[in-house]
């Protein structure tokens, strides 16, 4: 296994927060709901009843692996953004015909290793790249005679912009070449309350999973009285996306460095948004990424699709 390390300097969380918190509106960055016990708590949210994401998106590769693989080809070279730790990789992996390489990029060190010596000893004779980098950063591999496939599941896509997505696809079709594929995973609209479900699950695990932020920021030393808010889902129809706020149940402050932020009752922190998408507003990102949509693997009910595109 090779590490290209490309690990950028840890962004103080609490810096990111001083300058977030002062925005208007006021938030906090989704990428920091993943420390330890956040990513606990997102695993643990894959398993409620209410969030059918990964249920689904795992039924429609059991069903439809095989015409994946013959979609890819013979001797890919799969580039994975995520750290390659699930079922979803190695099924994927296992389901192609002779894949040559696997390049897994991902900011976690610690997962990125365990992923890739994981990916290692399953696969012998599987050259196996290990990148630990940003999402943001434009990433270049060797030339290969293998065909590149971008592998980007879970609809993680989900959590950028329309313009950062377009730009995170395009830097993907760049690095893919001409005759690249990429195999996308990502959730679909649908009716409300479903949707809003998924994202405020009875047993209260997400809720737990959006409070942590407080928990954390107050562990990093900043000032926040994490009982005074509650979590809340909401579908923002301009942008299509359901956006996770943490709404302030009583009038409380938060105090990061020099940011000092009063909040009323009702007032909220804007901490994650999960678009959702149309077939047409899909096509609008990838056509301006430099990808053509040419499968789309869906289940019964069109909850949740998987696509695959060329460069
Ligand atoms: C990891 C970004 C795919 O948006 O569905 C789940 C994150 N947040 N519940 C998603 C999440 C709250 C998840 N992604």
């Keep these: 296994m090779r590490l290209i390390d490309l690990e950028p300097k840890t962004e103080a969380f609490l810096a990111d927060a001083e300058t977030s918190l002062a925005e208007s509106p006021p938030r906090l960055h989704s990428k920091h709901l993943y420390d330890e016990a956040g ?46 730790l699930g079922d ?30 994981g990916l290692e000893s399953t696969f012998e004779g599987l050259d196996v790249t290990a990148i630990c980098a940003d999402y943001d950063e434009q990433i270049t591999l060797d030339a290969s005679a293998h ?38 995973g990502v959730d679909l609209v649908k009716d409300l309350p479903t949707l809003i479900a998924a994202y405020d699950d009875a047993a209260g695990v997400t809720a737990a999973f959006n409070l942590n932020l407080l928990t954390r920021l107050v562990e990093a030393g900043g000032q926040a009285e994490p009982t005074h808010f509650k979590h809340e889902s909401r579908w923002n129809p301009v942008h299509d996306r359901i956006e996770m706020h943490l709404v302030a149940t009583e009038p409380t402050s938060l105090k990061v460095g020099a940011t000092t932020l009063q909040l009323e009752a009702g007032d ?13 507003r899909l096509d ?6 430099g990808w053509t949509r040419a499968r789309t693997w869906t289940d019964a009910d069109a909850k949740f699709a998987v696509i695959w595109a060329t460069a």
């Design 268 to 280: 909220s922190l804007l901490t994650e948004h999960c678009h959702k998408y149309t077939p047409a």
């Design 284 to 289: 609008a990102i990838l056509t301006q990424a």
């Design 147 to 184: 065909r590149s496939v971008v592998f980007f599941p879970g609809s993680t896509l989900g959590n950028f912009t329309q313009s950062a997505a377009i730009e995170f696809l395009g830097r993907q079709a760049r690095l893919a070449g001409p005759g690249g594929g990429l195999i996308l």
């Design 39 to 84: 990513s606990d708590l997102f695993d643990a949210i894959t398993r409620v009843p209410e969030y059918y994401l990964t249920r689904v998106e795992r039924s429609i590769f059991e069903t439809y692996l095989p015409e994946m693989a013959d979609a890819v080809g013979a001797g890919a070279r799969v580039v994975e953004f995520g750290a390659g």
């Design 88 to 117: 979803k990789t190695r099924h994927l992996i296992e389901a192609l015909h002779d894949p040559a390489e696997v390049v897994l990029i991902d900011i976690s060190k610690e997962a990125l290793i365990r992923g890739a010596t």
